[in-house]
Nanobody
Framework: QVQLAESGGGLVQAGGSLRLSCAAS????????MAWFRQAPGKDREFVAA????????YYADSVQGRFIISRDNAENMVYLQMNSLKPEDSAVYYC??????????????WGRGTQVTVSP
């Protein structure tokens, strides 16, 4: 059974930082582009960042460009999201998933439970 498990969320003040982790089990994603998404209450899930299979290429949502960094460790089957200069509007449940390269949505049903990020003013 394929599972993605996100962790590392929490409560942080505006301007602070958090590092999210995504652990894959059941299969390896080392050959697949991976991405982070987020969903705030009452809003649709939105794209945040994606990394190529090697991690050497990345792309970001405009809203997080320059503040967030996506990375991965294929040996450990892990994907990370370093979030800096956090803003209250970054508050959401964050998810990771496989994507097709260049896309800002995922057609793959590997969604985990997500990890809650709350940024206080």
């Amino acid at each position: 059974q394929v599972q993605l498990a996100e962790s590392g969320g929490g409560l942080v003040q505006a301007g602070g930082s958090l590092r999210l982790s995504c652990a894959a089990s059941g299969r390896t994603f080392r050959d697949d582009p991976m991405a982070w998404f987020r969903q705030a209450p009452g809003k649709d899930r939105e794209f945040v960042a994606a990394a190529s299979w090697s991690g050497s290429s990345t792309y970001y949502a405009d809203s997080v460009q320059g503040r967030f960094i996506i990375s991965r460790d294929n040996a450990e089957n892990m994907v990370y999201l370093q979030m800096n200069s956090l803003k209250p509007e970054d508050s959401a449940v964050y998810y990771c998933n496989k994507v097709d390269w260049g896309y800002r949505w995922s057609k793959y049903n590997y969604w985990g439970r997500g990890t809650q990020v709350t940024v206080s003013p």
